[in-house]
C-alpha cells in the first residue's frame, strides 16, 4: 500500500474516531436523534473528511442502519443506543462505533461487545485465521451471558467499498482464510440478550447506489447526479432533502429503485427483540497492526 494511501486511511480513522467521540457527549436525555446525527456529519465535514455512510443511531432491539429522515421527531431517553459512524478521506474509510447506555442498566452489555472488540483486536496479526477473530468474540460474550449476533460481521474496508473482503464473523466459524499484510479490516462484535440473529424489518432510509443507468425525467436526473457524487457509498434521505423536496426524493429513489441500481438497506432488529450493544474499531494489518480509530 502506497504511503499516501496509509496517510488518508489514518486521517479517516483519526476523524471517525473524533466524530463517534462528539456523538457520544451529544447523546443525551431529550436530544433529537436528527440533530445529533446532523451534528456529528457536520462535524466530519469541519474536519476536512465526509462520511463514508449516513450516522447511525440505532436504538435498544435495533443492531444497526437507523438513521432519522428530516421528519423524525424520536428523542433520546432512556434507549440503548448503538453509534456507527465512518469516514472517507479519498476513498479511504475509517469505520467505528460504540454503544451508549442512557438507562445505566445494561451496563454489563454494553461491556460484553467492547471486551469482546479488545479480545479480537489482541489476535489480529498477520496470518490469523478469520474463525481464530470470531471465537475470541464470541468467548468474551458469551463469558458475560450474552449471545454474539451471528448474521452480522466485521468487514474488510477498501477504495470506496464499505464491505469488502474479508468477512469478519462475530462467532466460532472455523473459517481458515488468514488475515494478509495490508488488508484493511472493522472489527464490529455485536452482543445481545435476544436469540443472537437479526432481520431486516421497516422502511429503509439507508441506501447506495450500484451500476449505471440514464433516467429522463429532469429532477429525477439532478438527483441522480448528486447521488453518484457518493461514489457507491451509502446514503440518506435526508441528504437529499437538503437539494430537493420530499415527494421528488421519494419518486426518485422510486425509480432508481425499479431501474435495480438502488441498494436498500432497512434496519436491522433483533429476531427476539433483544437489546442491543455493538463496539467497533478499523484496523490496518500490518507487521505492526495499527488500530486506526483510536
Ligand atoms: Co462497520
Redesign the pocket.
Known sequence: MEQSTIDNYKKAGKIAKEALLLGRELIKKNAKLLDVCNKIEGKIFSLGAKPAFPVQVSCNDIAAHYCPEDDDKIVFSDQLVCLDVGVHVDGCIG?NACSVDLSRNNSDLVKASQEALKAAVETVEVGVSLGEIGKAIQNAIEGFGFKPVRNLS??GLDSFNIHAPPTIPNFDTKDKTKLEKGMVI?I?PFATNGAGLIYENGEPSVFALHGKKSVRVGFVRNILKQIEGYNGLPFTTRWITKNFSEAQVRYALNQLKQLEILKEYPPLVEKMNGLVSQA?DSLLVDDEVVVLTQ
Request: no cysteine; proline share 0%.
Open positions: 469505520d466485521g468487514h472493522a464490529e467497533e
